[in-house]
């Protein structure tokens, strides 16, 4: 249990369909990420906010579109995706955006599944 | 980021010692060195990180080389727990927030 949890954990959806990733931190952070991991590939990270403003986006295609509400909620809004996108979706969180020793506690993750 | 290199697998036997290596040549002198691990089916988890002295905590151990071009993981008596991605990070002082993860090193450990 890290302090970070995830709803849902498994998703299958249509590709016209529109869902919802949520992310809530329980350690009063203030920074929170989300990353995409694909099979075979490195995790790389989709979005970064601190104080509920987005202080990064990865060139993410708009058919993600985070959401911070404040500093303890991230939404992923997704619609329109594509098989492509079919992955595991984790959220982080860290104290504040210092670099060198700021720990960032993960998620247990969202797998995806775009049919 | 610099960049770091590490072997794709390895392989452990319960119990015992486990050493795993990391390159990164190209470190600056404001970069720290942080190891996170991936369990199956989970988020990763942070391990341990270090500058220029060698570091200890409850997890593991990280030696790392005088002229910093390299560090070493030790997992003092690893368990079937222990089997995951292992991901070496450079994270300058001051700079990026961004985890830039490699491929790691995919531990086995065996009963």
């Known amino acids: 249990e890290t302090g970070v949890t995830q709803t849902p954990r498994h998703l299958v959806m249509g590709m016209t369909n529109k869902k919802s990733l949520k992310c809530e931190q329980h350690?009063?952070?203030?920074?929170m990420y989300w990353y995409k991991q694909s099979a075979k590939k490195p995790l790389e990270l989709m979005f970064v906010?601190?104080?509920?403003?987005?202080?990064e986006n990865n060139s993410v295609p708009s058919r993600f579109s985070p959401e911070c509400p404040n500093s303890s909620h991230l939404f992923l809004h997704l619609h329109t995706l594509q098989p492509e996108d079919s992955a595991l979706y984790l959220c982080?969180?860290?104290?504040?955006?210092?670099?060198?020793?700021?720990?960032?506690?993960f998620g247990p993750g969202t797998r995806l599944t775009v049919l | 980021d610099a960049k770091t290199t590490q072997p794709n697998s390895m392989e452990s036997n319960e119990e015992e010692p486990v050493h795993l290596p990391c390159n990164h040549s190209t470190i600056s002198g404001t970069d720290y060195i942080h190891w996170y691990r991936q369990l199956p089916s989970q988020g990763p988890e942070y391990v341990i990180h270090g500058l220029t002295s060698n570091v200890n905590n409850r997890m593991a151990s990280l030696a790392i080389a005088e002229d910093r071009k390299s560090s070493t993981l030790i997992l003092h008596r690893a368990t079937l727990r222990d089997a995951a991605v292992y991901y070496c990070i450079l994270r300058s002082q001051g700079g990026s927030e961004k985890l830039v993860f490699g491929k790691g090193t995919k531990l086995t450990v065996n009963p």
């Open positions: 906010y601190n104080f509920k403003e987005q202080t």
């Open positions: 350690l009063g952070h203030n920074a």
């Open positions: 982080a969180s860290s104290q504040d955006l210092a670099g060198s020793y700021n720990e960032q506690f």
